[in-house]
């Protein structure tokens, strides 16, 4: 670690069954809200509010493998509840756990004076509605990226905020993706899949951008 940089708390929760696992990251988001309900990090709701916040705690299907990431606080929520079900309980059935594993790390996050490659291991959901359009307006492809490079800084920037992190310095990146269709609250929304470059240190298997709760924008970093 630097003096530019902070120690994040992660938990990585993976359970395997006999048979493979054929739901998805929000169906395990709706089990862990429906039964530990108690935790508002596990679904960032609050009865009838909606808790506009990086998510904590977040839920994904990697390679048909289910994954929960916690951060800080959402990984003490995890860590405690790890023993506490044998059955994830999905629309059309129930996965029996065979086997489950936990990690817990301290990892670094933040400004660094290296350059790092990320890869978009689920895809990206950068554009708001009014960049969206700009996007999609501009015939430069320049102009198109530097959007996107805006766009990443402004994800970075907020998921710095959520941990009480103050960007010393300015962060630099360059965009490698292309544009893809993402199904998100049932709509279509616009999505990149590739890679980025940049000056900043993100632990593997945290979101970047819109979605990251559900699994979108999961990113690793490259090692060469």
């Known amino acids: ?44 709701h609050n009865t009838d509010r909606y808790y506009y916040r990086y998510p904590l705690v977040q839920y994904k299907v990697l390679d048909r493998m289910p994954l929960v990431v916690g951060i800080n606080e959402g990984a003490e929520i995890l860590k405690g509840l790890f023993d506490k079900f044998d059955t994830v309980t999905l629309p059309h059935e129930d996965f029996e756990i065979t086997e489950r594993s936990l990690r817990l790390k301290k990892q670094d996050f ?14 990206w959901l950068a554009l708001n509605k009014e960049n969206e359009e700009k996007f999609f307006e501009t015939r430069n492809p320049e102009e198109k990226k530097e959007i996107l490079r805006k766009t990443l800084v402004g994800n970075l920037l907020s998921m710095s905020k959520a941990f009480g992190y103050t960007v010393p310095d300015t962060i630099k990146c360059d965009v490698d993706v292309e544009v893809r269709r993402s199904k998100y609250k049932n709509m279509d929304f616009t999505s990149f ?13 945290m979101g970047v951008g819109k979605g990251v709760a559900k699994g979108f924008g999961t990113v690793r970093k490259i090692q060469f």
Do not use: C
């Open 193 to 205: 899949t590739g890679g980025f470059i940049v000056n900043f240190l993100i632990p593997d298997f």
């Open 110 to 123: 933040g400004l660094t004076k290296n350059l790092y490659f990320y890869e978009f291991l689920t895809p």
């Open 1 to 44: 670690m630097t003096p530019e940089n902070i120690k994040l708390k992660t938990l990585e929760m993976t359970f395997e069954g006999s048979e493979e696992f054929k739901g998805n990251a929000n169906q395990i988001r709706g089990f862990f809200a429906s039964k530990f309900n108690e935790y508002d990090q596990l679904h960032n």
